[in-house]
């Protein structure tokens, strides 16, 4: 199982979670303590950040599986035309053998009559 490198927070969010806690600083707080609560909001935003991405991945998921759908509905609509698709690569073959016929036929001729 490949191991996940946990990436840093981006330069971005830390500023935005160190600039929320400094709006929210009490009176009498620690420089330290503006720095966990800045961390803690790092990890919300990095944890919203996931989720959203997680979403992402659902919907577009939901989104291909409709396409699928769709197109096998269209499939079931049109039997004709998913037919053809099925049945045409018998004739590049047929068309090929007889051409080999053909040319092995004339060289043949030419053979025993030159």
Partial sequence: MAKTKKQPPSPQTQEEA???AKATQRARQSKEQ???IAQGIEKGIDQYKKQQKAK???KDKQR???EH???AEIAEQNPAESE???RTPWLPWALLLIT???I???TLGLGLGG
Avoid: N
């Fill in 18 to 20: 160190l600039a929320m």
């Fill in 34 to 36: 503006t720095k966990m």
């Fill in 56 to 58: 992402a991945r659902e």
């Fill in 64 to 66: 291909k599986k409709q």
């Fill in 69 to 71: 759908q769709t197109a």
């Fill in 84 to 86: 053809i698709r099925y």
């Fill in 100 to 102: 080999w016929a053909g």
């Fill in 104 to 106: 092995g036929l004339y």
